[in-house]
């Protein structure tokens, strides 16, 4: 299995469960940092875990790092493409380098990597590709344009690559994760393709109202920890979802029910 975005947050998280669950991962990321940290928490489980340091924003190196990820596992079963950015800022003061970063990654890397991967993936064994739209996609969350722009790409791109890909075996699939505690969020991410929301100083903090989980968290807490995530993915990417292609599963404490 290939995770992007494995450095940090719900990537690293991923990184882990899955191997937990007994797989060979390749976790890729564009801070060395981060990979280190994701294999000194890998434990026992840290002979199957292999790591590439990818942008996935750069095609070249996309194409090199696919290419050193499928060679390492010997093949190509699952592709998880977590990396991802977030800025955030009124509409008038959101550049054109920002909004044009979050898509290259969020969005344009998407692409890329599974463009690189689709070859090995024909030849996988019960082959899926997990990616990560949000619940920004189809709902709305104030600041952040760009970040739902591109989330929602992903989630139409998914749909139409589950159609195109349905006879050849490949399964496709979306998690929408909201409200949940990782370095995108509290700007805390080893990663440079994790950078926290920075949200406007005079914020409307009344206006996340609509995006609140619902369900109760331990002290109050707004955020649920990555693993919420991860368990989802795990299945997605594995064989008991066999039957499951071109949907997305929604992770946000019922934020939007």
């Not at 190196?61 to 009124?90: F, K, M, P």
């Not at 649920?224 to 599963?249: N, R």
Request: aromatic share 6%; with cysteine.
């Amino acid at each position: 299995m290939l995770i992007t975005g494995g450095g940090s947050g719900i990537g690293q998280a991923c990184v882990h469960r899955i191997l937990a669950e007994g797989a060979r991962v390749v976790a890729a990321d564009i801070s060395e940092a981060g990979l280190a940290d994701t294999v000194a928490k890998a434990g026992e489980h840290g002979a199957r875990l292999s790591t590439v340091v990818l942008d996935v924003g750069d095609e070249p190196a996309v194409r090199r790092g696919v290419a050193d990820a499928v060679e390492t596992l010997g093949g190509l079963d699952t592709l998880v493409n977590a990396a991802g950015i977030l800025r955030s800022a009124h509409l008038e003061q959101t550049t054109l380098a920002d909004f044009e970063r979050v898509l290259r990654i969020n969005l344009t890397g998407t692409f890329l990597v599974t463009r690189e991967a689709i070859a090995a993936l024909r030849l996988g064994n019960g082959p899926s590709v997990v990616n990560f739209s949000s619940t920004s996609a189809q709902f709305a969350h104030p600041y952040m344009a760009a970040y739902a722009a591109s989330k929602g790409g992903v989630l139409a791109m998914t749909h139409s690559w589950a159609m195109e890909f349905a006879k050849a075996g490949i399964r496709f699939n979306c998690v929408q994760p909201g409200s949940i505690s990782s370095g995108m969020t509290d700007g805390s991410g080893a990663s440079r393709q994790s950078v926290g929301p920075g949200l406007p100083e005079d914020v409307d903090f009344a206006l996340f109202g609509k995006v609140a989980p619902m369900l109760a968290r331990e002290g109050g807490a707004f955020f649920a920890a990555p693993d919420a995530v991860a368990g989802a993915v795990a299945m997605l990417g594995g064989p008991d979802a066999y039957f499951i292609t071109g949907t997305e599963i929604r992770i946000d404490g019922g934020a939007h029910m």
